[in-house]
């Protein structure tokens, strides 16, 4: 059975509500389409139909896993084509700022998550939450299924003083959710006005 990604149908999915909105992007490497086209590509169609490209954001590796290396961080840049920002959130900041965001309604999120805690996309999705939620900014998580299912749950949780950039929220290490699920739980347990 073919998995249908709201990547590929967002014609369909995009609140009304949204539309014409100021959208920045959170991508990165596996940020892809069902026939693998890089999420950047896929909105850049949709620029201007369904909402306004305004930025892109990079987690941790890169926008495009440029930065594949462990623990190098990465600087943002203008993108070549587009000539609109590449902020990464794997540098001085892993938390947008209110700067970066001032020129947003909305906050699109397409990262593929692994089912694992200490895998850092989440994190980073959980920090933008808080952002978004201070700045006023919408944001719209376009889920993706979990490798490793989305039912079996193991560990312990996040002891609440262990707090890192590998664990901000108490789940198990793993988590049995969606990064969609994720969003929802953070939401309903932390950032109710995102």
């Known amino acids: ?9 967002l014609d369909e999915l995009w609140p009304k509500k949204l ?4 959208v920045g992007a959170l991508l990165h490497l596996a940020s892809v389409s069902s026939k693998l086209e890089h999420a950047s590509r896929v909105l ?3 620029n201007d139909d369904l ?7 990079g987690p941790q590796h890169g926008f495009l896993g440029q930065t594949q290396d462990n623990m190098m961080e990465w600087k943002s840049y203008e993108h070549p084509r587009l000539r609109i920002p590449v902020y990464s959130l794997y540098a001085e900041h892993r938390e947008p700022t209110a700067e970066m965001l001032q020129d947003l309604d909305v906050l699109l999120v397409d990262l593929q998550d692994i089912g694992a805690r200490y895998y850092t996309f989440i994190w980073t999705m959980y920090l933008c939450m808080r952002a978004c939620e201070k700045n006023g900014v919408a944001m719209v998580v376009l889920d ?3 490798p490793i299912n989305g ?3 193991e560990g312990p ?3 609440p003083h262990d707090r890192s950039f590998v664990g901000l929220h108490q789940i198990p290490v793993r988590h049995g959710k ?3 699920e994720l969003a929802q739980q953070f939401r309903d347990e932390a950032f109710p006005k995102c």
């Open 151 to 153: 039912i079996s749950v």
């Open 1 to 9: 059975m073919a998995v249908l990604l709201p990547l590929d149908h």
């Open 157 to 159: 949780l996040l002891d």
């Open 44 to 46: 850049e169609r949709c």
């Open 51 to 57: 909402f306004r490209l305004v930025a892109f954001f």
């Open 144 to 146: 993706r299924p979990n």
């Open 178 to 180: 969606t990064i969609g």
């Open 19 to 22: 539309r014409g909105a100021r």
